[in-house]
């Protein structure tokens, strides 16, 4: 939550997300069973920007849905908090619960695809300054395919990331 331009040190939970926490999808227009809260902090451009050097989001998929197929240059941390889901990547896939961590290194293909059906909840930490994700290349797609990981992933679910927005 922002106060007078500078986070709050506590950010209280709700039945449906967080207070002063808007619920937002990829992107706007885009219904793809995909919620965003961004909890604390927020992208940041310049690094002496005021504000966290962590971004903390949390992410909401309905049943059948799909995380954007991506990678980028940063890493990033899953926690899932509800819900059964599959974590895709690069040719791997294991299937995640409620308490797993997943860490997502530098330039790692990834997804993550709800099992069952229940909603599939979980946290990201990443840097606040960061690169925008990537949409796999010919090379990334033909690997997954060819690996077990290419029978759970679903690379045009979500549509591609824009380079003005949160990505």
């Known amino acids: 939550m922002k106060t007078g331009g500078r986070q709050g040190r506590v950010v209280r939970a709700t039945e449906t997300g967080w207070e002063g926490v ?48 991506e990678k980028h240059e940063h890493e990033h941390f899953v926690i899932v908090k509800r819900g059964l889901g599959y974590a895709v990547i690069d040719d791997t896939v294991t299937e995640i619960a409620p308490n797993d961590v997943v860490y997502v290194g530098a330039l790692e293909l990834h997804q993550f695809v709800t099992r069952g059906d229940e909603p599939f909840g979980f946290y990201c ?43």
Do not use: C, M, W
Request: no cysteine.
């Open 22 to 69: 808007p619920a937002e999808g990829y992107r706007a227009g885009a219904a793809v069973g995909v919620v965003r809260h961004t909890i604390v902090g927020g992208r940041k451009f310049d690094a002496a920007a005021p504000g966290p050097s962590l971004e903390l989001r949390y992410f909401e998929l309905a049943p059948g849905a799909v995380s954007r197929l």
């Open 125 to 167: 930490i990443v840097a606040a300054l960061r690169d925008f994700s990537q949409e796999p290349a010919q090379a990334d797609l033909a690997r997954l395919n060819a690996s077990p990981a290419g029978k759970v992933a679903k690379p045009f679910a979500v549509p591609p990331p824009r380079k003005t927005g949160r990505g």
